[in-house]
């Protein structure tokens, strides 16, 4: 080990849980209570849209994009839809180190209203290649939001209370994807106003509703807990006293010693990167994309050309599994938050998705494979809360957090890839050979979580025993 590296571990093992004791319990509640009231719904209503700007493609296909720009030709469709994540995946890690530079206030909402206006752009394109063009630009405006949103919640939150708040989190976003159906096909009917088709006020309308959302999110997205105290960037207002500030420090420094943020270093991010863990959390979140994005992208495509239904009721029919959807993952990261389980709850929800899958796959009768899809649905997004938990409970350091973040989200979007690519137009439209892989990236997954039961419990018998500190951290568990 060379001696900058001795310097990292020194570091790592001075976070020692020794600030002080919070105040009474209740006002530690309240300042919680606080904290989620201005930056749940805040960031959750600002992803829904950033979502739905993200997943809009089947909508807009199926409403008259397919026919003006001949979306069917070839793999065109599936390059658009591919196309995002390239440069999503690339601009992640840069976006998260300016994050820290700039400040959530100021760079967040940015993002939003830049990507707000070539979703707009989106509606007045005339060939295929233009709007290839808009979602590379798309891509490389929105990878600074989901990571930066999901690193910041986890600097504001213990361990063992965050996978509610992620959930909570990614709650509404999942309810507007699947809402977005329904409010794709109610714009699409205004086609003909001033001359355009369906599909082009999709884009418009929601690209407009994004800029707004952006503008709100100045006076509405907070700092890290570190510059809670600062005045606010519209308001001149600081968020946090000073003692409730410290209040809120102190509770994260005891739960995981890292309150206040760590030097990034090339020499520390070369440290980081050879920690096995933060790759193989990229890899399942990697595998349970693959399923959501399937979803997300061509499930009104399966209700229309595959189970029979009209377009209209194509895209009404996709909102349902997501409201189930939506119970679901916080009813499962209730349980996970309360008894401090996490991989249970994702062999749970991944069992879950391999059932949905396998009736939509190798049933017959429409009714019931439109039954597994909620299964399917309710599964696969309700692990997107648990990944992430799974994650954050057993990483320890700021910079290190939000490095495994981008890596992640950065898995996550390589999932999106895939799953454009395994939905071939010579399969459908039953789409069997793209079904069975993704019943297979549910497999996997639960096979990673067992065999990491092994791992990790063995791990926390040697940190019990005093043969190794777990994280650089005196009294760390690896989170099971």
Not at 369 to 387: E, H, K, M, Q, T
Request: overall charge positive; glycine content about 8%; aromatic content about 12%.
């Amino acid at each position: 080990m060379s001696l900058e590296e001795k310097d990292i571990e020194a570091e790592q093992k001075e976070r020692v849980t020794s600030a002080p004791f919070e105040r009474e319990d209740k006002e530690t509640r309240r300042i919680v209570r606080k904290i989620d009231m201005r930056l749940l719904p805040t960031l959750a209503i600002i992803y829904a849209f950033a979502l739905i700007d993200r997943v809009n493609l089947p909508n807009a296909r199926i409403a008259g994009m397919d026919e003006d720009l001949g979306l069917s030709l070839g793999s065109r469709y599936s390059i658009l839809t591919m196309i995002f994540f390239v440069p999503y995946i690339i601009f992640q890690f840069p976006a998260n180190i300016v994050i820290r530079k700039l400040g959530p206030a100021l760079w967040l909402p940015s993002l939003v209203v830049c990507w707000g206006a070539v979703s707009i752009g989106m509606g007045f394109v005339t060939d295929w290649t233009q709007a290839l063009g808009c979602r590379i630009v798309l891509g490389v405006l929105e990878a600074g939001y989901y990571p930066g949103c999901i690193f910041l919640l986890s600097c504001w939150y213990i361990r063992f209370e965050v996978q509610k708040r992620f959930s909570a989190f990614y709650l509404l976003a999942l309810l507007a994807s699947g809402f977005s159906n329904i409010l794709a096909w109610g714009l699409s009917e205004m086609r003909g106003i001033q001359g355009l088709n369906g599909w082009q006020w999709i884009f418009i309308i929601e690209g407009a509703i994004t800029i707004f959302l952006g503008f709100c999110g100045y006076v509405a997205i907070i700092d890290f807990p570190d510059k809670a105290t600062k005045p606010g960037l519209i308001t001149r207002k600081p968020f946090l006293s000073i003692d409730e500030a410290t209040i809120v420090l102190a509770r994260i420094q005891r739960d995981r010693g890292d309150a206040v943020v760590d030097k990034l270093t090339k020499s520390k991010i070369l440290f980081y990167l050879r920690d096995w863990k933060i790759w193989e959390f990229a890899w399942l979140y990697f595998l349970n994309n693959v399923v959501t994005y399937s979803f997300g992208y061509f499930l009104p495509i399966i209700l229309r050309n595959d189970m029979g239904h009209s377009v209209a009721m194509s895209q009404i029919l996709s909102f349902p599994p997501y409201v189930v959807a939506a119970v679901w993952m916080f009813s499962t990261a209730w349980v996970a938050d309360r008894f401090r389980k996490r991989g249970l709850i994702i062999i749970f929800n991944c069992s879950t998705a391999i059932v949905g899958v396998c009736m939509m796959a190798y049933l017959k009768h429409p009714d019931a494979r439109y039954a597994g899809v909620f299964l399917g649905v309710s599964g696969a997004n309700s692990n997107v809360p648990s990944i992430l938990s799974y994650m954050h409970n057993n990483i320890v350091g700021q910079m290190k957090r939000s490095l495994a973040s981008a890596l992640l989200i950065g898995g996550g979007a390589c999932g999106g890839i895939a799953a454009a690519n395994i939905f071939r137009q010579q399969d459908a439209p039953a789409y069997t050979p793209a079904m069975a892989t993704v019943i297979a990236t549910q497999v996997l997954t639960i096979m990673h979580v067992l065999k990491n039961f092994v791992v990790y419990a063995r791990a926390n018998r040697k940190a019990e025993r005093g043969e190794r500190f777990l994280e650089g951290q005196v009294g760390f568990r690896q989170t099971l």
